[in-house]
């Protein structure tokens, strides 16, 4: 089977089938990442370049070891480093690096649409690894299948995305993704960072009370608080952002259920999470960080068009 896309721009683009072939093709590339030997010879013919504009811990290093188990040739690129300190264009600096032979776009960037541009401009496979308030394709697609992999399905899953939705491609990609896979999904934070038109645009309940999400849900995607994307203040400080959207151990005590807690990274301790729910035994943060290699093993391998088994 194949993708549906020649590019993983984002969920929107994605067809439910697209989604769940990705899904079981990172079962299977978790399966090799238990091996001794935690590599396939699937890529050896394809050089990917990891293009980062915007800082990020977990997926450019998840993307390299993911292009590094399929034995990819890979490039880093970080602009701070770059000739694009320089004033050198996204396409001037693109077109050069694929000059080189290079046949894959790993591409993060704080301008919503970077990637979109560049897809209508190069010939090479592109995969968004996050743009702006967009999308964060990969992170939802890590975050589906590390709901599955705790609660064995996806549909008919309730999920509570909470905190900054407004400034969130996370939020925005978990949306589509969980929508389309069947699941109930229920947005909650202040109302200053939740936009107005999101209940009725993607279909989503809206709640500004914590514990309320937190009675109804089975999973909590906690979002962080991105003060470098808010230019103007949207709450008073992070110690009542706390008090008021902080998940506390106390929050989750009184619920008398379980509920599966996740968050994508990096986590501010002490405003969105205490650190006794991030490392708690609810917490499955750490297992979404390792799957993500499997997902992203798994969309650089269809993207490259595999259908050979590793
Ligand atoms: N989840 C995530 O995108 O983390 P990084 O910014 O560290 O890549």
């Known amino acids: 089977m194949k993708l549906s896309t020649k590019h993983l721009l984002g ?6 089938e697209d989604i769940n072939l990705i899904l079981s093709t990172a ?18 013919d394809i050089t990917i370049v990891n293009l980062f504009y915007e800082n990020s811990t977990r997926t450019r290093m998840s993307f390299e070891l993911a292009e590094k188990r399929l034995s990819a040739d890979v490039l880093n690129f970080a602009a701070s480093s770059s000739s694009a300190a320089k004033g050198e264009t996204l396409l001037d600096t693109v077109n050069n690096i694929l000059s080189m032979k290079v046949d894959m776009v790993v591409m ?46 996806i549909e008919g899953l309730k ?38 038109y999101i209940g009725e645009a993607l279909g989503v309940r809206v709640t500004y009370n914590l514990q ?44 008398g259920k379980e509920i599966v807690i996740m968050h994508p990274g990096p986590i501010n301790r002490g405003v969105e999470l205490d650190s006794d729910v991030a490392d708690g035994k ?29």
């Open 212 to 255: 309320e999400a937190l009675k109804w849900c089975d999973v909590a995607n906690v979002l962080r608080i991105q003060l470098e994307r808010q230019n103007q203040p949207l709450f008073s400080s992070l110690r009542e952002y706390n008090l008021a959207y902080g998940i506390k151990r106390s929050n989750l005590d009184s619920l």
């Open 282 to 310: 609810s917490s499955i943060i750490l297992n979404q960080v390792e799957n993500g290699v499997a997902v992203r093993m798994a969309v650089l391998y269809l993207l490259a068009g595999r259908d050979d088994n590793q």
């Open 108 to 153: 993060r960037h704080s301008a919503s649409g970077a990637p979109h541009f560049l897809a209508k401009h190069i010939p090479a496979a592109i995969v968004n690894a996050g743009d702006g308030i967009n999308e964060h394709p990969t992170q939802a697609l890590l975050d589906a299948f590390s709901m599955k992999e705790k609660l064995g399905r």
């Open 11 to 16: 969920i929107k683009d994605l067809s439910k």
């Open 159 to 196: 999920v509570a995305i909470i905190g900054d939705i407004m400034h969130s491609r996370v939020a925005l990609s978990n949306l589509y993704l969980l929508k389309k896979m069947g699941a109930e999904v229920l947005v909650v934070g202040p109302p200053t960072l939740i936009p107005t």
């Open 27 to 44: 079962e299977q590339f978790k399966e090799v990442l238990q091996r001794p030997v935690k590599k396939v010879p699937s890529l050896r």
